[in-house]
């Protein structure tokens, strides 16, 4: 891998564990504000608001300046939000802050892939960096449980500092400081990014010209004879998985009688099968090869439903681990021939916001449809079954969609896969 390649995954690794550390300590905040029960799902959709509102523009932002610089502004946005929560704002207002900094920064942390790696390695950096983001997401979840857990919370809440009253009494609180320090880290690791020797693209025309560009980007790669199979894919899974860090504290409530702790605990082990499947899929996929893992999101959604039998955490462990592996085996690959497609079609950057737009969009309405369900009283094991047959339903569609593309459009579609196959060699 360049030089650099190791300076943005750390930056990605820190940021990413902060965020969803804060995930968690803001689940335990409206816990003992004794909010409505809706407002824990809706966490999720909050996140994913400014991916969707500002997708017409953070794309466009990001090819216009050196990406490093992106990822650092973006990150100090994050720290606004963060002390928002810290302070008293609602922790639905102070995430929804968090999730504009993490809107802003995700077209960088792709995009600069794009231009620092070759085709040949971008399956490669793509494992990489997906298997550190699962990993960050579920180490996060872990380090925000053990934080406002019964050993770590007291210790924290016993520091004073000398003459200075900081009014930090509370678990979350306490966590929450701790989470400032982490984006602090990923802010450095953001000030020594590389500059690339790819051409800047300055933002040209008003709001309106930006916003129909996106429309034409969007329409253009949903066109795309691969983009539309892969833009399809990532945008389901990475709806469903994102509602499902969410989905997975009721469920362990319910199932195993866990806490919040106790659930961050649990999440922790999909860490294992996620990267496993990430690395694997890095070691083993070629670019031109990666619609051949369509089949397994059938598994996967199947696979989801199997936890409503699950009552026992020696068996849930095992079973996390596998479901872990499939979800970063098919992944991978699809977000690889995704950012190539995109890449190809409009620049790195733009063709990330478009993906981050549909994906956000999915987690949005989701969520969303999530938090509907529990207002009204849907269980954990019923939303599981119900995420569960969408997975595998959508997927098999899906399926038979690049089938049906394969045959229509025989010659496009393999011309396509011969630009993937002589890029990536």
């Not at 000398?162 to 009014?167: A, D, F, K």
């Not at 990430?278 to 696979?303: E, N």
């Amino acid at each position: 891998m360049k030089k650099g390649f190791s300076t943005i995954m750390s930056a990605q690794f820190f940021s990413s564990l902060a965020d969803n550390a804060l995930l968690v300590a803001a689940v335990e905040l409206l816990r003992m504000s004794q909010a409505p029960a809706w407002h824990t799902p809706a966490l999720a959709p909050m996140f994913a608001l400014f991916y969707v509102v500002l997708a017409p523009f953070v794309g466009a932002f990001a090819d216009s300046i050196p990406k490093g610089r992106v990822m650092f502004m973006a990150n100090t946005i994050k720290v606004v939000g963060c002390l928002m929560m810290l302070f008293g704002s609602h922790p639905l207002l102070a995430y929804a802050v968090v999730g504009l900094g993490a809107a802003a920064y995700s077209p960088a942390k792709y995009g600069i892939l794009t231009e620092l790696l070759p085709a040949s390695q971008l399956v490669k950096g793509n494992g990489w960096i997906e298997g550190l983001t699962v990993g960050s997401i579920i180490l996060g979840i872990l380090l925000g449980g053990q934080l406002v857990g019964p050993k770590l919370s007291p210790m924290l809440l016993g520091l004073d500092l000398p003459v200075l009253s900081t009014g930090i009494d509370t678990a979350p609180e306490a966590a929450i400081s701790v989470i400032v320090f982490i984006y602090v880290i990923a802010a450095i690791f953001n000030l020594n990014i590389p500059r690339t020797a790819a051409p800047l693209q300055p933002m040209t025309g008003g709001l309106p010209d930006m916003v129909r560009d996106f429309a034409h980007c969007n329409t253009r790669l949903w066109n795309d004879k691969l983009g539309q199979i892969t833009l399809a894919t990532t945008t389901l899974l990475w709806g469903i998985f994102g509602n499902l860090r969410l989905i997975v504290f009721a469920w362990a409530a319910a199932a195993l009688g866990y806490g919040t702790t106790q659930a961050s605990n649990l999440a922790g082990v999909v860490i294992v099968g996620s990267v496993l499947g990430a690395v694997l899929a890095s070691m083993t996929m070629k670019l031109d090869k990666a619609t051949r893992v369509l089949p397994m999101g059938i598994v996967v959604g199947f696979l989801m439903i199997g936890l409503n039998v699950i009552t026992n955490v020696w068996v849930a462990a095992p079973f996390l681990i596998v479901l872990g592996t499939l979800c970063g085996f098919l992944i991978v690959p699809m977000n690889a021939l995704l950012q190539h497609r995109g890449h190809n079609l409009m620049g790195a950057g733009r063709s990330i916001a478009v993906q981050n737009f549909n994906e956000q969009a999915c987690i949005l309405g989701l969520g969303a449809f999530y938090a509907g369900m529990v207002k009204f009283g849907f269980s954990a094991f019923t939303a599981i079954a119900i995420f569960g047959l969408m997975v595998a339903g959508i997927m098999e569609l899906i399926r038979r969609w690049y089938i049906s593309n394969t045959i229509k459009h025989h010659e496009e579609v393999e011309r396509l896969l011969v630009i993937a196959r002589s890029d990536g060699h």
